[in-house]
């Protein structure tokens, strides 16, 4: 079982960054996938970013090169790096992990891009 929980969400104008966090309990294996998605409001979930089992990292073509998405395994933590944020990147964000075939989601964390 995995528990994850997202944190570094909040409101940041145009241009700004921030580092999302998404803590696990119990740990994180080098066989587990990670990724991030989003949920836009009055949109549906989509895919951001993920880091394979062996290490490749994909992105959506709406955010690559500003987002860079990173794990580090000693303090169990998923990071995704978000530069250059423009409004269209407000949404509840997600972190995912899958093991074993099986996909486990934190509760998500609020990204509000606005002047």
């Known amino acids: 079982q995995v528990q994850l929980v997202e944190s570094g969400g909040g409101l940041v104008q145009p241009g700004g960054s921030l580092r999302l966090s998404c803590a696990a309990s119990?740990?994180?294996?080098?066989?587990?996938?990670m990724a991030w998605y989003r949920q836009a409001p009055g949109k549906q979930r989509e895919f951001v970013a993920e880091m394979t089992t062996v290490g490749i990292t994909n992105y959506a073509d709406s955010v690559e090169g500003r987002f860079t998405i990173s794990r580090d395994n000693a303090r169990n933590t998923v990071y995704m790096q978000m530069n250059v944020l423009k409004p269209d990147d407000t949404a509840l964000y997600y972190c995912?992990?899958?093991?074993?075939?099986?996909?486990?989601w934190g509760k998500g964390t609020l990204v509000t891009v606005s002047s």
């Open positions: 995912k992990v899958v093991r074993a075939g099986m996909d486990y």
């Open positions: 119990g740990g994180i294996f080098s066989g587990d996938a």
